[in-house]
């Protein structure tokens, strides 16, 4: 049974930077899109970034261009996010998720990132 394991969240003061990671076990990621989603306080859950990880394709939210980094770890079947110069409102439950096409496939369990001011 395939499952996504998301790492790298915590408290970090804004401005500062935190990497998270989504490891894929149990299944090939091959023709899938990796998402990430963010789910603040109060807030319906949204689409920060994605990759494609075949060809490596890469889609950023408004919010987070420019701050955040994508990327795709073929050795170690993950997907890294790089957040620099976090704000407070980057604060919220990061999940990421497998797809294709509109199909989701796989979800994490998700994981806490706090920005303090």
């Known amino acids: 049974q395939g499952q996504l394991v998301e790492s790298g969240g915590g408290l970090v003061q804004a401005g500062g930077s935190l990497t998270l990671s989504c490891t894929a076990s149990?299944?090939?990621?091959?023709?899938?899109?990796i998402l990430w989603y963010r789910q603040a306080p109060g807030k319906d859950r949204s689409i920060i970034s994605s990759?494609?990880?075949?060809?490596?394709?890469?889609f950023y939210a408004d919010s987070v261009k420019g701050r955040f980094t994508i990327s795709r770890d073929i050795a170690k079947n993950s997907v890294h996010l790089q957040m620099d110069a976090l704000k407070p409102e980057d604060t919220g439950v990061y999940s990421c998720?497998?797809?294709?096409?509109?199909?989701?496939?796989?979800w994490g369990q998700g994981t806490q990132v706090t920005v303090s001011s």
């Open positions: 149990g299944l090939a990621l091959s023709g899938y899109e």
């Open positions: 998720a497998a797809r294709v096409g509109y199909r989701y496939h796989y």
């Open positions: 990759i494609m990880w075949t060809g490596g394709t890469t």
